[in-house]
């Protein structure tokens, strides 16, 4: 028995949507920014920041005197699984790199709330469970201590909570990286393609309340930038 050419199409593209996540999945926009304005919005945050909104893009920029790198956020209702999607570029070889954050400002278990991240330089993209790893309290302690208290055993635990995957990024040219969120995974995708996934419990946190783009130190710049997360919008009272 045939079976007809639309009815094989079908089968394969319904093959193809069960193998990632269901059509729609991360279906609710919580905060969007072409920045297209002026300037920036009245929902971002900054800490410690000098980043502008110039020609189109978020230029990160680091203050030369700062002594933390510039964060630019978003705070949002509680949320668990997560898209974050943004445009960026290396401008000049002064930007080292950048992180998006994806924390939990209510949280106390870990420096500042970080639960987990992703760094992107021009070598290499990095996933790591902050909240019970590098940041969790004890653990971030020992790191900051005068030498390091951090044992052998810290270290070799914390070697399980992070990956490392290769890229090679030029300088100006403009890319586009998608993070998802799932349970206690992480998706990475870079320019459509699937960079890497990590898994590790605390990813699994159930209360993020914050994204934001950290700049190290200069000469990023960011565009198109979404958040988003899954099931419908909450009703309005």
Request: hydrophobic share 40%; proline share 4%.
């Amino acid at each position: 028995m045939k079976l007809s050419l639309a009815l094989v199409l079908v089968s394969l593209t319904t093959a193809v949507a069960s193998a990632g996540e269901p059509a729609g999945y991360y279906s609710r926009t919580i905060f969007a920014d072409d920045f297209s304005g002026s300037g920036f919005g009245p929902r971002w945050g900054h800490y410690k920041s000098g980043s502008v909104v110039k020609d189109g893009v978020l230029v990160g920029i680091t203050p030369e005197s700062s002594d933390h790198s510039a964060v630019d956020n978003i705070r949002f209702p509680a949320e668990r699984d997560l898209e974050v999607s943004v445009k960026f570029r290396f401008v000049s070889e002064k930007a080292k790199s950048f992180n998006v954050w994806l924390d939990d400002k209510d949280f106390k278990g870990s420096h500042a709330g970080h639960i987990c991240s992703v760094s992107v330089s021009t070598t290499a993209l990095t996933i790591a469970d902050a909240k019970t790893g590098n940041f969790r309290n004890d653990i971030y302690a020992k790191k900051k201590a005068t030498p390091s208290t951090l044992t052998a055993e810290d270290k070799a635990m914390l070697a399980t909570k992070n990956t490392k995957l290769p890229v090679k990024l030029a300088l100006q040219e403009w890319h586009t990286l998608v993070i998802r969120t799932k349970g206690d995974g992480v998706e990475v995708s870079l320019d459509g393609k699937v960079a890497g996934t990590f898994k590790s419990e605390g990813i699994g946190h159930d209360h993020k309340t914050l994204v934001s783009l950290t700049t190290n130190p200069v000469d990023v710049h960011y565009d198109d930038f979404s958040l988003k997360a899954t099931g419908p919008a909450a009703a309005k009272p």
